[in-house]
């Protein structure tokens, strides 16, 4: 039974990172915003990806970081406690809880609504609860689809869905360290649960189909990311297709068939090969969409295809970059789009104007915490090429800086930076190796920032510093 409608200025479907973005912003514009979320406030991000597997992560680099130095490593003998690297795991997912959110969504004026929210029109939204009960609730202005994504498990491997296989949620929120843990796919996923569960105990076997780790990334990231998880004692394999997958009763150990006919054996597989678009039960198809799509958006996140101007898709559900620092950053362009059009002002979307997502296509910052660190921003030689662009790159050996070696004594790193020619500016660079999180920014900021190499060659590194890097980097683009 559906109830009266309530009429509201903003709706927001998806209440993760980027949906309680959006929803801040056009709350603290004065205009009244419900967010519908069918599971906990806080989304992926805070209970199944980033902050739980990070909490996984961060010991092992920690630890490694302390036996990289003499003095520090003749205290740190023995192996991480798993058990309290669990608890603090938990800790950082509230135990799965999201009463903290809510309350952060309720003191910032921003009411909620639990349920699955579905398009029913335009500037409609129905509301299924849990009873089964629907609400139908309208929106004066907007409705911005902030639904996330989810894992894709490849359709064409017998057995596997029946074998109930890992995706990241398993992987980041597991109780227990499994005795032993096949990781199917080379991507951010897949090396940075190898890195953390090998650190934890676990024996680790990596497949991958293709001929290389971190695919989208420089190649020597993959390389150097593949060293590093081989002297971990993870077993990597490239060019291994898995032809099936069996697991008695649904219990119990689970085996591999690989294309070779070798069978694995494992306690649990985890499945990291893809991302699809939570889209297929929102009622695109009540706005002309077609369901299960990702969204397409211009600049200002604005859904292409409806007419009107009042749906929006922020975060990874348009595809313009799974990253949760770059879907708040859409929220914020999202909001104030939203914003200026409740206003009655005209949206400001020219190259970096206020009301568009130029980031997007200009340099995506993106961190993989494995064991080295990779960072990258921007365009890699190979794509900076297909785009047509006239340049070149400047490499640099990290351990080669001084300030290398305050990170460890025998620091192995590599840093690349793509100049474009023609407009004497970076547009894309690369840093593997440990430590390296903490360079991303500055290089975001010239690459983002298209500062011209003359003025940058005036941004003096401090010494010593893993920073110094940047000296030698454009001492390369100078000539």
Same mark, same amino acid.
């Given at each position: 039974?559906?109830?009266a409608?309530e ?20 709350a603290?514009?004065g ?27 961060r ?6 970081g302390? %036996?990289?130095?003499?003095? $520090?490593? =003749?205290? +740190?003998?023995g192996? !991480?406690?798993? &058990?309290? @690297?669990?608890? /603090? ?29 579905r ?54 929120g ?41 695919? %989208?990334?420089?190649?020597? $990231?993959? =390389?150097? +990311?593949?060293?590093? !998880?081989?002297? &971990?004692? @993870?077993?990597v /394999? ?8 069996e ?9 591999l ?19 699809a ?14 369901p ?18 009042w ?22 362009i ?13 949206l ?25 660190? +990779? ?10 090429? /297909? ?35 023609d ?38 590194p401090?010494y ?16």
């Open positions: 039974m559906t109830t409608p009429e509201y200025d903003v709706i927001v479907v998806g209440a993760g990172p980027t949906g309680e973005n959006v929803a801040d912003r056009t603290a514009a205009l009244r915003t419900v967010v519908v979320e069918s599971e906990l406030v806080g989304g992926e991000c805070s209970y199944w990806a980033c902050m739980p597997s990070k909490a996984l992560l010991p092992v680099a920690a630890l490694a302390a %036996r990289g130095v003499a003095g $520090a490593r =003749e205290a +740190v003998g192996a !991480l406690d798993p &058990a309290a @690297v669990l608890a /603090r795991r938990d800790s950082f997912t509230s135990h799965w809880r999201d009463d903290g959110q809510v309350k952060w969504l309720r003191d910032t004026g921003i009411e909620l609504v639990r349920g699955h929210g398009l029913a029109g335009e500037r409609k939204v129905t509301v299924e609860g849990e009873d089964g009960s629907e609400r139908l609730l309208t929106a004066r202005y907007a409705v911005a689809v902030c639904t996330g994504s989810r894992p894709v498990l490849p359709p064409d491997v017998p057995g596997l869905a029946e074998a109930r296989p890992w995706t990241n949620r398993e992987a980041t597991s109780p227990a360290v499994p005795g032993r843990l096949a990781v199917v796919g080379g991507g951010v996923v897949g090396v940075e649960m190898a890195t953390a569960w090998r650190a934890l105990g676990s024996e680790v076997v990596l497949l991958v189909r293709g001929e290389g780790l971190l695919p %989208r990334m420089e190649p020597f $990231a993959g =390389e150097l +990311v593949a060293e590093g !998880l081989r002297a &971990a004692g @993870v077993d /394999r490239f060019g291994v297709s898995v032809t099936a997958v697991r008695v009763d649904g219990g119990g150990e689970v085996t068939v690989l294309e070779d006919g070798e069978r694995l054996a494992a306690d649990e597989v985890l499945y990291a090969t893809g991302r678009p939570r889209t297929a039960d929102v009622g695109l198809e009540q706005v002309g969409l077609k299960g799509a990702w969204l397409d958006v211009d600049d200002s996140c604005t859904v292409l295809g409806v007419d009107g101007d749906l929006y898709a922020a975060g990874d559900v348009n595809h313009r970059a799974l990253l949760t620092h770059q879907g708040k950053y859409q929220a914020r999202t909001g104030a789009a939203i914003v200026a059009r409740a206003q009655r002002r005209p400001d979307t020219a190259r970096w104007g206020a009301h568009a997502a130029s980031a997007d296509s200009a340099g995506a910052p993106q961190v993989v915490f494995t064991e080295p660190e +990779v960072a990258a921003v921007g365009l890699t030689l190979e794509a900076a090429e /297909r785009a047509g662009l006239r340049v070149t790159t400047v490499d640099h050996d990290l351990g080669a800086v001084a300030g290398a070696s305050l990170y460890g004594d025998d620091y192995r790193g590599k840093a690349r930076v793509v100049f474009d020619l407009r004497q500016v970076l547009v894309g660079a690369s840093f593997v190796g440990p430590g390296v999180a903490e360079l991303l920014h500055s290089a975001t900021v010239a690459v983002v920032g298209e500062v011209p190499i003359d003025r940058l060659w005036h941004a003096v401090a010593p510093t893993i920073s110094e890097v940047w000296l030698r980097l454009l001492e390369g683009c100078r000539g």
